[in-house]
């Protein structure tokens, strides 16, 4: 039987000593599961981005037994998501999968997933269910993926972009098989700030928002490298964080730089909302309202990893006013853990053309958001640095949202009226 070429992406940069045991790193874990896939023509890409370490030479040793890595010095320093974007252009193959340098993969992920592909000619890209492998490659058994959080075919891409909205479960879905075309559509998915994250939802969401078609395979082929992963910047990992990132003990100000990061997500994904025109406007108009609850839903869940981060914060003074910010948000947000749990993927498939449940939604986000700007100001007037450039953006794209939504929303309605 003839196989379909596969791509597998791999961007790295210094990871010689990460989880560095009896002469092995993750890194030469994760290849050695790659080289042992049962499904053999693939080829490796891998894009080091300047290492200054060993990790080069452990490529290279690899790539020197086996001709299906292709080890690439970069020419400019990127990001892992600006790598991603680069890799396509080198990519030969009919299905395409990203790989991190440290996770690893059942003997048959490549397989499974090409032979779903080639007999599902609708679907555009597969995944796994995942489960996690600790430092010392032992395995959690816990799957990830549930048969309620799973993005299907049967659902439509108006609901699938509503609950990843909501959820923002990239994993294990940005680890499947690709068909490559598609791969390369969704391609340039690109940072929207400074801060560099969530690059991944944005990528899921333009899936979904240009038409694509997902599936899952309830087994578990793909295991993610359960680490330390920090809020703030440790000494080791300073680089990692932008710049102005805050002092960490100041979390007000921490907070709002995360607030700030979540604002530009929405708004990055507004513009592909409208790029892609997809959607009805009803649709549009309910995504709107679902995008605004994710803004205060993953916002407030921010505000919770703050507070139990293992980083403690040593004055009181600030501890104290970050304690008090989340008591009052709270109070003010009681509904927020609701919105989910009242709609269903099938909830989805009923209201999406339904003039007066989009204005239903759209009135409880705009009183949310009403609510989380009181929150927003309650926390401004609880700090010193009032001159802060970061809080002083923050509160004017509230402001212009505030004003903007009802503006939208009618504009939305009277177009579903005339239609």
């Given at each position: 039987m003839n196989q379909p070429l596969v791509s597998i992406?791999?961007?790295?940069?210094?990871?010689?000593?990460?989880?560095?045991?009896?002469?092995?790193?993750?890194?030469?874990?994760?290849?050695?599961?790659?080289?042992?896939q049962s499904y053999k023509n693939f080829e490796l890409l891998i894009l080091d981005n300047r290492s200054e370490d060993s990790t080069p030479d452990i490529c290279r040793k690899y790539a020197s037994v086996d001709a299906r890595i292709q080890f690439i010095t970069d020419t400019q320093k990127r990001t892992i998501d600006d790598a991603f974007a680069y890799l396509p252009e080198k990519m030969r193959g009919v299905y395409c999968m990203c790989a991190n340098d440290d996770d690893r993969y059942h003997p048959e992920f490549v397989s499974r997933l090409v032979e779903f592909l080639e007999s599902n000619k609708e679907i555009d890209l597969v995944y796994p269910n995942c489960d996690f492998v600790d430092s010392v490659d032992q395995v959690t058994n816990a799957?990830?993926?549930?048969?309620?959080?799973?993005?299907?075919?049967?659902?439509?891409?108006?609901?699938?972009?509503?609950?990843?909205?909501?959820?923002?479960?990239?994993?294990?879905?940005?680890?499947?098989?690709?068909?490559?075309?598609?791969?390369?559509?969704?391609?340039?998915?690109?940072?929207?700030?400074?801060?560099?994250?969530?690059?991944?939802?944005?990528?899921?969401?333009?899936?979904?928002?240009?038409?694509?078609?997902?599936a899952f395979l309830d087994q578990v082929l793909f295991y993610y490298r359960a680490k330390h992963r920090p809020l703030a910047p440790e000494d080791q990992n300073?680089?990692?964080?932008?710049?102005?990132?805050?002092?960490?003990?100041?979390?007000?100000?921490?907070?709002?730089?995360?607030?700030?990061?979540?604002?530009?997500?929405?708004?990055?994904?507004?513009?592909?909302?409208?790029?892609?025109?997809?959607?009805?406007?009803?649709?549009?108009?309910?995504?709107r309202a679902v995008l605004n609850e994710s803004l205060i839903r993953h916002s407030m869940n921010l505000m919770e990893w703050l507070a139990k981060d293992e980083t403690k914060v040593d004055d009181v003074q600030n501890a104290g006013?970050?304690?008090?910010?989340?008591?009052?948000?709270?109070?003010?947000?009681?509904?927020?853990?609701?919105?989910?749990?009242?709609?269903?993927?099938?909830?989805?498939?009923?209201?999406?053309?339904?003039?007066?449940?989009?204005?239903?939604?759209?009135?409880?986000?705009?009183?949310?958001?009403?609510?989380f700007d009181s929150v927003l100001r309650f926390a401004?007037?609880?700090?010193?640095?009032?001159?802060?450039?970061?809080?002083?953006?923050?509160?004017?794209?509230?402001?212009?949202?505030?004003?903007?939504?009802?503006?939208?929303?009618?504009?939305s309605e009277a177009s579903c009226n005339n239609f």
């Open positions: 992406l791999m961007p790295i940069y210094n990871c010689a000593k990460s989880g560095l045991r009896d002469g092995k790193c993750y890194l030469n874990h994760a290849l050695e599961s790659l080289l042992a799957r990830v993926v549930t048969s309620d959080s799973a993005y299907q075919a049967q659902q439509s891409a108006f609901t699938n972009f509503c609950r990843y909205s909501q959820r923002r479960n990239p994993l294990p879905f940005v680890f499947g098989m690709y068909r490559a075309d598609v791969f390369k559509k969704i391609q340039p998915t690109t940072a929207f700030d400074v801060w560099g994250a969530n690059v991944d939802n944005l990528l899921i969401l333009k899936f979904f928002l240009m038409g694509f078609r997902s300073r680089a990692r964080f932008p710049r102005d990132f805050p002092d960490f003990a100041a979390p007000v100000e921490v907070w709002f730089y995360y607030v700030r990061h979540q604002l530009y997500f929405r708004i990055a994904v507004l513009r592909a909302l409208k790029q892609y025109n997809t959607f009805s406007p009803i649709q549009a108009q309910i995504a006013r970050f304690a008090a910010i989340r008591e009052f948000a709270q109070a003010k947000l009681t509904g927020l853990a609701t919105l989910e749990s009242r709609l269903s993927a099938s909830d989805y498939a009923q209201i999406d053309s339904n003039l007066a449940y989009a204005k239903m939604r759209s009135i409880a986000a705009q009183e949310l958001l009403q609510r401004w007037n609880k700090i010193d640095n009032k001159e802060s450039s970061v809080i002083a953006e923050v509160m004017k794209l509230m402001s212009e949202e505030l004003e903007c939504f009802p503006k939208v929303v009618a504009a």
